[in-house]
């Protein structure tokens, strides 16, 4: 109904935080949370499987690039990449050790991470690898926004900061 009526339910045993939810190409739910949690719904949410977490810290987001491609980031600079839709998960090294909050896969299929202490992370090789950006960040990002002329928008503690095409 839009979101007129709202059911309080509780999907998991253990109490944990949820930080994200994301659609995957084919449809796929996507949950990230703390202690590791991760989450998939192939039903809209009527139902959900855990993914096997590759570490039980805090996980801010689970990106889909792909139908089997997917990249989850979290605490500490903390990136996992995995080509067989979480099924196994393989450490991706990140330049900084802060909390990646916001991920974006750009139409150039270039990848963004963002989050605290003015971290920007750019990937040009589908999240095998990142570096930081050569944009001057301001402040802590918690979510970025892909503009229809490729410019990004990155909304945070600051308010909102366009940024150049990477």
Avoid: C
Wanted: glycine share 10%; proline share 4%; net charge negative.
């Amino acid at each position: 109904d839009a979101g007129q009526t709202w059911t309080q339910r509780k999907l998991r045993d253990e109490d944990a935080h949820f930080n994200r939810i994301t659609r995957g190409p084919s449809g796929t739910l996507y949950l990230a949370g703390e202690t590791g949690t991760m989450l998939r719904s192939t039903d809209d949410g009527a139902s959900w499987t855990p993914l096997r977490a590759p570490y039980d810290g805090s996980v801010y987001g689970i990106m889909a690039l792909d139908r089997r491609t997917l990249l989850a980031h979290g605490l500490e600079g903390k990136v996992f990449r995995s080509t067989d839709d979480g099924a196994s998960w393989q450490p991706v090294a990140t330049p900084a050790e802060v909390l990646l909050a916001a991920g974006l896969q750009l139409r150039s299929n270039f990848l963004l991470l963002a989050g605290q202490a003015r971290t920007l992370l750019v990937s040009r090789d589908y999240g095998k690898t990142f570096a930081a950006s050569e944009r001057a960040i301001t402040t802590g990002i918690a979510e970025l926004l892909e503009l229809a002329d490729g410019r990004i928008l990155a909304l945070g503690e600051a308010g909102v900061t366009v940024l150049p095409v990477p």
